[in-house]
Nanobody, 120 residues
């Protein structure tokens, strides 16, 4: 059974930091690309950051560049999102996503989300 469990969300003042974690199980984490998405009220879900299976390649949304850092620990089956210099517009539910490819078929898995609220 695939599970992605996010943690680390909360309420923080503008300029503060949070570190999100996503603990994965039930699939081959070390061969899966991992991503963080977010969805603000009334808006579509958007990609925040992605990291390759080995951790050697990362991509960020323009809004996250220079402030957020995605990383992973394949020994712990966990992906992280370090968020610094948070802004009120970062307020959203943050979701962990795994993309696994098996026999040329792509599978996407999602966590339940963790709320991040940044007060001004």
């Amino acid at each position: 059974q695939v599970q992605l469990v996010e943690s680390g969300g909360g309420l923080v003042q503008a300029g503060g930091s949070l570190r999100l974690s996503c603990a994965a199980s039930g699939f081959t984490f070390s061969s899966s690309a991992m991503s963080w998405y977010r969805q603000a009220p009334g808006k579509e879900r958007e990609l925040v950051a992605r990291i390759s299976s080995g951790g050697g390649s990362t991509n960020y949304a323009d809004s996250a560049k220079g402030r957020f850092t995605i990383s992973r620990d394949n020994a712990k089956n966990t992906v992280y999102l370090q968020m610094n210099s948070l802004k009120p517009e970062d307020t959203a539910v943050y979701y962990c996503n795994a993309r696994e490819v098996l026999l040329l078929h792509e599978f996407n898995y999602w966590g339940q989300g963790t709320q991040v609220t940044v007060s001004s």
